[in-house]
């Protein structure tokens, strides 16, 4: 497939959840709705874009939770991790039915599944057109698949995290109670941490605020979203230095919970202190 237009992004790292996969259940992964990922990755990869993926794993186990109920956190984040492996080898392998060459590493060993994380590796992947999906979080417990997205993008000097949720960005409120929620187009870094708006956790935030790594709040259930954002089409939220969409202060006091996400989202982007 030749590319329509010129590319905004070159090297991406894209971010999904691990609810995603489960589609309308509440467990497990759904295999049409895994097909439909890989196609689009497929056709994004097709324009000339390296990808690198981080997949939750909360349509598995979430380490947070089970923390709640009384299992030592360390243990319940250490399994929060293999449940993204599992996610990631189910990706790698409906990109590869596609034939989509595909590497999986994982920040913790298991090396007859997949490869350890080495930088310099995944670079050369990419650079010889493999879409590299990054499994384990960052190996350790405590910190989220969203922190893991964060790291690797820049490990790998990825110039946009894509952040997939199942609403069209961010919002003033919430849009689905609120018909008239206003999207906002462009927020800063700071206007997510002061506000505290569920976009990722605040070490994610804080570790792309320090290197200047934009982030891009899209609804993946929009069908050709991931390609049109490489092109250059505005659609969803910009989170950056700077804004000019942005509040000083939210209306009604709703700042502490402003959507980026779906309920069950915004409840789970601080409790995915995990994987």
Not at 7 to 22: C, P, T
Not at 76 to 100: H, I, K, P, W
């Amino acid at each position: 497939m030749e590319p329509t237009g010129q590319l905004k992004f070159k090297r991406i790292l894209l971010k999904l959840s691990g609810e995603a996969l489960a589609g309308k259940a509440s467990y497990g992964i759904d295999t049409d709705i895994l097909n439909v990922l890989a196609r689009e990755i497929k056709e994004v990869r097709e324009l000339g874009v390296e990808i690198g993926v981080v997949i939750g794993g909360g349509n598995i186990f979430r380490g947070l939770a089970a923390a709640a109920h009384g299992m030592e956190r360390a243990q319940a984040d250490y399994m929060g991790m293999l449940a993204t492996v599992l996610n990631s080898l189910a990706l790698q392998d409906a990109l590869e039915r596609l034939q989509v060459f595909t590497r999986v590493q994982s920040a913790i060993e298991i090396k007859e599944l997949a490869e350890p994380y080495i930088r310099r590796r995944a670079i050369r992947h990419l650079e010889k057109k493999r879409v590299v999906i990054f499994a384990g979080g960052t190996g350790n417990p405590y910190f989220s698949t969203d922190t893991a997205a964060s790291l690797r993008a820049m490990e790998i000097n990825a110039e946009v995290i894509l952040k997939a949720t199942k609403v069209d960005g961010i919002y003033d409120s919430d849009p689905e109670k609120n018909k008239e929620a206003k999207l906002f187009k462009e927020v800063t870094y700071l206007d997510v941490l002061q506000q505290r708006l569920a976009v990722m956790d605040s070490t994610a935030i804080s570790l792309c605020m320090d290197n200047s790594l934009p982030i891009i709040v899209f609804n993946s259930s929009r069908v050709g979203a991931v390609r049109d954002l490489v092109l250059g089409k505005e659609i969803g939220t910009v989170v950056s230095t700077a804004s000019k969409d942005f509040p000083k202060k939210l209306p009604g006091g709703f700042a502490a919970g402003a959507r980026a996400g779906s309920a069950s989202d915004n409840a789970r982007s601080t409790s995915d202190k995990k994987k």
